[in-house]
């Protein structure tokens, strides 16, 4: 079955640079969500999508945006880089919004800031 | 802002020991998710609980979910070394998010 693809796995950035990860979610799926987790901790939410709109914020800098287009897919867009932005970025989606269903969650990118 | 504990932190047990975790959150929440990490893994999803007092088990794995919707358990009898991860409650709220507890990482000692 088709799983939540994130792109890059891997990514390593400098200090004031841009990145920009990429989540494709599960075919139907109309909710995204994008999380951050450092090293031990708990996934933060960072933001969500509902068809193409966004529909909740969390703890996501100013410096950070997103969105969601119109085949679902979803990126998230990272400047002016912080050494404290090195996290592991995960994407989840689901069928419906509000939590109400399970999430799928993609593998993760791994963001290192140097 | 919508707060989800868990206790523990941590927890080493020996094979074939008895696991729980305690979620708790500072709103009643909708309904809850129960999701395991596994190192260098991303989260899974185990199971939702969404009724006051609800209960659902899955082999050895109990999940409850409190009379007022603001606290939860997992429950692991006689852990094996393939338990080992994170467990994280996941509680939805109002709005399209959830929010991950903190977390209990289970070591399972052959």
């Known amino acids: 079955a088709a799983g939540v693809i994130q792109s890059p796995r891997h990514l390593i950035k400098e200090k004031r640079e841009t990145a920009t990860l990429k989540c494709y979610p599960i075919?139907?799926?109309?909710?995204v969500y994008w999380y951050q987790q450092g090293p031990g901790q708990d996934p933060q939410f960072l933001i969500s999508?509902?068809?193409?709109?966004?529909?909740d914020k969390g703890s996501i800098p100013d410096r950070f945006s997103a969105q969601q287009f119109s085949d679902y897919h979803s990126e998230l867009n990272m400047s002016s880089l912080e050494l404290g932005d090195s996290a592991l970025y995960f994407c989840?989606?689901?069928?419906?919004?509000?939590?109400?269903?399970?999430?799928?969650f993609g593998q993760g990118t791994r963001l290192t800031v140097v | 802002g919508q707060q989800v504990m868990q206790i523990p932190q941590y927890q080493h047990v020996q094979e074939g020991e008895d696991f729980t975790t305690y979620c708790n959150s500072s709103?009643?929440?909708?309904?809850i998710q129960w999701y395991k990490q596994r190192p260098g893994g991303h989260p899974v999803f185990l199971i939702q609980?969404?009724?006051?007092?609800e209960v659902k088990k899955q082999k050895r794995l109990t999940f409850q979910f409190g009379e007022a919707k603001k606290n939860s358990s997992l429950h692991i009898t006689a852990t094996q070394t393939t338990d080992v991860g994170t467990y994280f409650c996941?509680?939805?709220?109002?709005?399209?998010?959830?929010?991950f507890g903190t977390g209990t990482s289970l070591t399972v000692i052959p």
């Open positions: 989840a989606s689901s069928s419906s919004p509000g939590g109400f269903t399970e999430a799928f």
């Open positions: 075919p139907r799926h109309d909710t």
């Open positions: 999508f509902y068809e193409k709109m966004q529909s």
């Open positions: 709103t009643t929440l909708s309904n």
């Open positions: 609980l969404v009724k006051s007092g």
């Open positions: 996941a509680g939805a709220g109002t709005g399209n998010q959830f929010y």
